[in-house]
């Protein structure tokens, strides 16, 4: 299983769950011509999708379309059920860019057949994740711009200022429902201009304040 350590408290966190938030950004639910929810709309990925910066994001035989997604991801140092939005980025570690990569014809069939997502985003290697900065070296979550390139040319950028649940919000609520515990990660949705990849592809993302996150397509 694998293990993340928070940067300068040599703390070695296991995730036990990634919470995904699908819809965050107004956007990106436009592009999918989806509605804007009115709570937080939360999906799960296995820790077994995890590949840090550096790795391979493996396109698996059942898609013939899997998109990036670049998010920013919080990671959760404190534990606990019902936090408080006063309190939640308390519970927050640390900091890091991610790709909730897609299987986004798995995904379409899911949706028309009302299934669930887990298949079409739950593929190992599909949940890429860069080095972690601590949060206290973030001086307004709301205020960080991110991109990502995809072989050197700019697929997406955004800013998390545009966030319609800020990451206190998300936290806040995925604690009403999952018990947080240490090393859970929180995948915050995406902003527009997701796209494909291929074999081949070299995807870069990077933000303010931020380790970049770089993996290669196979
Ligand atoms: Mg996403």
Not at 85 to 109: E, S
Request: proline letters at 7%; a negative charge.
């Amino acid at each position: 299983m694998m293990t993340i350590t928070l940067p300068r408290t040599d703390t070695t966190l296991r995730p036990g769950k990634l919470l995904c938030i699908g819809r965050n950004y107004a956007k990106h639910a436009a592009e999918m011509k989806s509605d804007v929810p009115d709570t937080p709309m939360v999906f799960l990925k296995p820790a077994t999708a995890l590949v840090r910066s550096g790795g391979t994001v493996e396109i698996p035989p059942q898609s013939q379309e899997v998109h990036h997604e670049l998010e920013l991801v919080a990671v959760i140092a404190t534990g606990g059920r019902h936090i408080a939005r006063a309190q939640a980025l308390n519970h927050v570690g640390g900091y890091a860019l991610g790709l909730d990569m897609t299987a986004r014809d798995v995904q379409q069939q899911a949706k028309d057949r009302r299934h669930p997502w887990s298949v079409a985003k739950g593929f190992d290697t599909f949940a890429p994740l860069g080095a972690l900065v601590p949060a206290d070296e973030i001086t307004d979550v709301q205020q960080l711009n991110l991109s990502l390139t995809v072989n050197g040319e700019m697929r997406q950028h955004g800013t998390t200022a545009d966030m319609i649940f800020p990451v206190a919000d998300l936290v806040a609520y995925c604690s009403t429902v999952f018990t947080l515990e240490p090393g859970d990660l929180l995948y915050t949705g995406t902003p527009e201009g997701v796209g494909p990849v291929q074999a081949g592809d070299t995807l870069v993302a990077s933000g303010t304040g931020l380790p970049s996150l770089e993996v290669t397509v196979e």
